[in-house]
C-alpha cells in the first residue's frame, strides 16, 4: 500500500512566482495535514481538513497561501507571489477517522530564489 | 503556532546509554504523540498516550504523562546508533482536533 505522496520533491522558483504543492494521502484517510518546516524547527502547522473542508485554517501566515481538497483525498497547497522566506519543506500528514496517529509523505523542499 | 516545547534541544549520548527527551504544553489536550525524523524529511509515528494515561511502553521506548504539570517525557533505553534522530513531541487540543508540534530534540547516539 501507497504512503502519502508529495510532489514535487523539490521546486525552485524566482520571487514572485506562484508554486502548487500536492498531497496525495493515504486512500480512506480522512484528516489531512499542512505543514511548513525550517531548518532546525519543528514543524509550523497551517491547515488541518476533515474530509473536503478545512477545520482549522489558523496557520495559513498571510492571505497568500491557500489550500483545498475539492473531493475529500488529493490537496493542493498554493502559494502567490512567493517570497524567499517562504522557503522551507513543506510537509502533509494524513491520518485514518478514528486514529490521530498521522502519517506523513516526505514533503516538498521549496526554494525561493 | 507551536503547542509543545521540548527539553533538551539537543542530546548526545554513548550507545547503551537510556536517553530521556521531555516535552511541556500549555493547553488541554485529548491525546499526545511523539514522533522521529531522520536527517530526510518525513516524520514516523512513534507512539500515542491519551489524557488519561499516564504511562505507555513500546518496545525501548516509555512515555509517561503529566496532565497536572502538561509535560511529558520520552525514555529510549539501550540506545542505538541508529537512534539518532530528531524527536518531536505533538499535541491536539480538545479545542481543536488538529496536531501541533514542539521544536524538537535531536538526539545523537555516540557508537
Not at chain 1, 502548487?20 to 495535514?33: K, M, N, V
Not at chain 2, 539537543?10 to 511541556?24: D, V
Not at chain 2, 512515555?63 to 546508533?81: C, N
Amino acid at each position: 500500500g501507497a504512503g502519502v505522496s508529495q510532489t514535487p520533491s523539490n521546486k525552485v522558483t524566482e520571487k514572485g512566482k506562484y508554486v502548487e504543492l500536492r498531497c496525495d494521502p493515504i486512500s480512506g484517510h480522512t484528516a489531512l495535514y499542512w505543514y511548513r518546516q525550517s531548518l532546525g524547527q519543528g514543524p509550523e502547522f497551517l491547515i488541518y481538513f476533515q474530509g473536503t473542508g478545512a477545520a482549522d485554517d489558523s496557520g495559513l501566515p498571510n492571505d497568500r497561501f491557500f489550500a483545498v481538497r475539492p473531493e475529500g483525498s488529493v490537496s493542493t497547497l498554493k502559494i502567490q507571489r512567493t517570497e524567499r522566506g517562504d522557503s522551507a519543506v513543506y510537509l502533509c500528514a494524513s491520518s485514518p477517522q478514528d486514529s490521530f496517529e498521522a502519517f506523513f509523505g516526505q514533503g516538498t523542499r521549496l526554494t525561493v530564489v | 503556532s507551536q503547542q509543545g516545547e521540548e527539553d533538551p534541544q539537543a542530546l548526545s549520548i554513548q550507545e547503551g546509554e537510556n536517553a530521556t527527551m521531555n516535552c511541556s504544553y500549555k493547553t488541554s489536550i485529548n491525546n499526545l504523540q511523539w514522533y522521529r525524523q531522520n536527517s530526510g524529511r518525513g516524520l514516523v509515528h512513534l507512539i500515542l498516550i491519551r489524557s488519561n494515561e499516564r504511562e505507555k511502553h513500546s518496545g525501548r521506548l516509555r512515555v509517561t504523562l503529566d496532565t497536572s504539570k502538561k509535560s511529558s517525557s520520552l525514555l529510549i533505553t539501550a540506545s542505538r546508533a541508529a537512534d539518532t534522530a530528531s524527536y518531536f513531541c505533538a499535541t491536539d487540543s480538545q479545542r481543536n482536533n488538529d496536531m501541533r508540534f514542539g521544536a524538537g530534540t535531536r538526539l545523537t547516539v555516540k557508537p
